[in-house]
Nanobody, 117 residues
Framework: QVMLVESGGGLVQPGGSLRLSCAAS????????MSWYRQAPGKERELVAG????????NYADSVKGRFTISRDNGKNTVYLQMNSLRPEDTAVYFC??????????WGQGTRVTVSS
């Protein structure tokens, strides 16, 4: 069964950190580009960060550059999002996505991150 399962969300104070994890199963993880998207209440879903399958190159939304880091461990079929210096505007549901040319995208169920004092 093809699955992406996110974990690591929760409530954190402004300036704090969280690390999200996304465990993959049922598909060749190492050949998929992986991304993190987020959707805040009343807003459209947006791309936060991505990492390629080929060479692990990364890209980030301007709003998170310098604060968030995406990484992957192909041996563990897991992608991570380290989030530092969190702000209230980072509050959202975060989704893990797997993408590969000519194949349907694979989405996780999401994990909620709330940044509040």
């Amino acid at each position: 069964q093809v699955m992406l399962v996110e974990s690591g969300g929760g409530l954190v104070q402004p300036g704090g950190s969280l690390r999200l994890s996304c465990a993959a199963s049922g598909f060749p993880f190492s050949s998929y580009a992986m991304s993190w998207y987020r959707q805040a209440p009343g807003k459209e879903r947006e791309l936060v960060a991505g990492i390629t399958a080929a060479d692990g190159s990364t890209n980030y939304a301007d709003s998170v550059k310098g604060r968030f880091t995406i990484s992957r461990d192909n041996g563990k079929n897991t992608v991570y999002l380290q989030m530092n210096s969190l702000r209230p505007e980072d509050t959202a549901v975060y989704f893990c996505v797997g993408q590969r040319n000519y194949m349907p995208s694979i989405w996780g169920q999401g994990t909620r991150v709330t940044v509040s004092s």
